[in-house]
């Protein structure tokens, strides 16, 4: 099928999160922002793409696609995907090659894909090529560090029941004491069999990662999730060196050429590419590449854009689970997938699956 995109739209929303106020060690949020991309072609088949913010600024991705990046894609021809990103790119050479300026074209090159998979009849994960049928995930949603120990708890013990046999912790209270006294009783209370995994949001150094980390072997942590800066590759390399338990990075890196670094240093045993941080699917699939090439299990990051990345894992051979947090906003999306007995389903219907609903646009449209 020959396609040329017509035009490009984009919709700015800022949406409750619906959920009482949730706190890392960096962030505190009550709402998040959404950008929603809109391609028309001239064949009648609309490519949707998307990405998001828990704290304000994605309108400097909208001005981003709206003057550098609509140029180069209308009258463009969406399976020339990669051609149209590679000039995309270079129209922020000046103005940042990361942030805002990649966000902007992950967005875009969603909706690239979104069209070619809606002309093709196919979901992404049948689109690419399936390994699995249905994707292992984990929950983040009972972990926040504002939550008492009791919450924390009840919390966990309440995933355990709906299915998950895998639970995330925050960690980067002020006294790391705290962090070591909450997982030790969410271990107690959850038992032997559950993996706990723990997220420190960049909070600490190397002095407090190296102690507090080899103390978290010993309540059996299946991973030390962004115990450090991520800019600081040499640091989480020596931390892989000192303790045991092992290190998990990737929220927080936007090229493929930082997880290179961080797997030829061994300063990261588990990789959790997201394709909302990189420039998009494409470069997700080259990062699950390296990973493959190094061992290393894959572990994609998600917050709101499930259905996107279980498409992904279902698609790649080294993905061991796919996170699930936000619960509250699933309603937002068209057919939104919802995780049953501890897995998600795979979707059916044609797409990458980023389309927000138009009742969510039109009750939190900024501007």
Not at 52 to 77: C, F, H, K
Not at 210 to 224: M, Q, S, T, Y
């Amino acid at each position: 099928m020959n396609l040329k995109i017509t035009a490009l739209d984009t919709t700015l929303i800022r949406v409750p999160l619906g959920q009482r106020t949730i706190t890392d060690s960096q962030s505190t949020v009550d709402h998040v922002e959404f950008l929603q991309v809109t391609l028309e072609t001239d064949g009648g088949i609309t490519g949707y793409g998307m990405n998001w913010s828990y704290t304000p600024g994605l309108r400097a991705a909208q001005v981003m696609i709206d003057e550098n990046y609509a140029p180069v894609v209308v009258g463009g021809d969406p399976y020339l995907r990669k051609d149209l990103v590679k000039k995309m790119f270079y129209t922020n050479h000046f103005v940042g090659r990361v942030g805002a300026a990649r966000v902007g074209l992950a967005a875009v090159e969603f909706a690239l894909w979104d069209i070619v998979c809606r002309a093709a009849e196919q979901p992404l994960w049948r689109y690419l090529g399936a390994c699995r049928t249905k994707v292992k995930a984990y929950s983040t949603d009972g972990g926040w560090l504002t939550w008492s120990e009791e919450e924390l708890v009840r919390d966990a013990c309440s995933l355990v029941e709906r299915g998950f046999d895998a639970v995330k912790v925050k960690l980067g209270r002020p006294n790391p004491r705290e962090d070591f006294a909450r997982v030790a009783a969410v271990r107690k209370a959850v038992g032997p069999d559950i993996r706990i995994m723990t997220d420190v949001n960049c909070a600490w150094d190397l002095g407090t990662a190296r102690f507090w980390g080899e103390r978290l072997a010993d309540l059996d942590v299946f991973w030390l999730e962004e115990p450090l800066q991520p800019e600081d590759v040499a640091s989480h390399a020596e931390l892989a060196r000192s303790i045991s338990v092992p290190i998990a990075v990737g929220e927080t890196l936007y090229t493929k050429e930082s997880f290179r670094d961080y797997l030829e240093t061994g300063a990261a045993r588990i990789v959790q590419a997201d394709a909302t941080k990189l420039a998009g699917i494409d470069e997700w699939l080259q990062v699950a590449s390296l990973a493959a090439a190094y061992h290393r299990p894959l572990v994609p990051h998600t917050n709101v854009q499930q259905k996107l990345h279980v498409q992904l894992a279902a698609a790649t051979p080294g993905v061991m689970m796919v996170e699930n947090c936000y619960e509250s906003l699933l309603d937002i999306w068209e057919e939104p997938i919802h995780v049953t007995d501890g897995h998600y389903p795979l979707p059916q219907e044609p797409g990458v699956g980023l389309k927000l609903t138009a009742a969510t646009i039109d009750a939190h449209r900024i501007g």
